[in-house]
T-cell receptor, first 114, second 113 residues
């Protein structure tokens, strides 16, 4: 158990809909990262927050947004969903802001868009 | 920009045999290198990392990797495979500082009795 929790575990929704994925980092970790894992694209970095502020952006679509709240939990919002958004979405947390620190991954949320 | 190439999407070994998973990277600055493992239906777990210093890095579960700058490689090895090693393995690179991780496509390790 990494100490990172993600809800829900599974999500099935229709095209055009909007969903919110939730992540609670390990106790004391200030950095939260979001990743998308799909068969064709592999594991892609989406976005990083550190102590409530956006720190780095990766291959995140404009239809996607995220935020980190004062209690350090984070939410990833996906809107106008398309079939291609079906993937496993991971949250990871780290004590550091940089990539030298170990990232602890949650179990993921499997999103299926029908 | 950084990139990672993992040679072989699937590697099959027999229990007790040497495990060798290949990773080559591209980085314009001295890289930080990582190996993560993903067991079925779980998130990724750090196996080992290289930042600076000794180029031979030992990790958990008997795995080790050697940073070879001249070959831009960071191959993962284990002398003797166990059935429990069956999982997907990801190599990742970072430029250090505040940069983020770039992952390879992953290599599925299959271990047969």
């Amino acid at each position: 158990d990494s100490g990172v929790t993600q809800t829900p575990k599974h999500l099935i929704t229709a095209t055009g809909q909007r969903v919110t994925l939730r992540c609670s980092p390990r106790s004391g970790d200030l950095s939260v990262y979001w990743y998308q894992q799909s068969l064709d694209q592999g594991l892609q970095f989406l976005i990083q927050y550190y102590n409530g502020e956006e720190r780095a952006k990766g291959n995140i679509l404009e239809r996607f947004s995220a935020q980190q709240f004062p209690d350090l939990h984070s939410e990833l919002n996906l809107s106008s969903l398309e079939l291609g958004d079906s993937a496993l979405y991971f949250c990871a947390s780290s004590a550091s802001t940089g990539a030298w620190g170990e990232q602890y991954f949650g179990p993921g949320t499997r999103l299926t868009v029908t | 920009a950084q990139s990672v190439t993992q040679l072989g999407s699937h590697v099959s070994v027999s229990e007790g045999a040497l495990v060798l998973l290949r990773c080559n990277y591209s980085s314009s600055v001295p890289p930080y290198l990582f190996w993560y493992v993903q067991y079925p239906n779980q998130g990724l777990q750090l196996l080992l990392k290289y930042t600076t210093g000794a180029t031979l890095v030992k990790g958990i579960n008997g795995f080790e990797a050697e940073f070879k700058k001249s070959e831009t490689s960071f191959h993962l090895t284990k002398p003797s495979a166990h059935m429990s090693d069956a999982a997907e393995y990801f190599c990742a690179v970072s430029a250090g500082g505040y940069s983020t991780l770039t992952f390879g496509k992953g290599t599925m390790l299959l271990v047969s009795p």
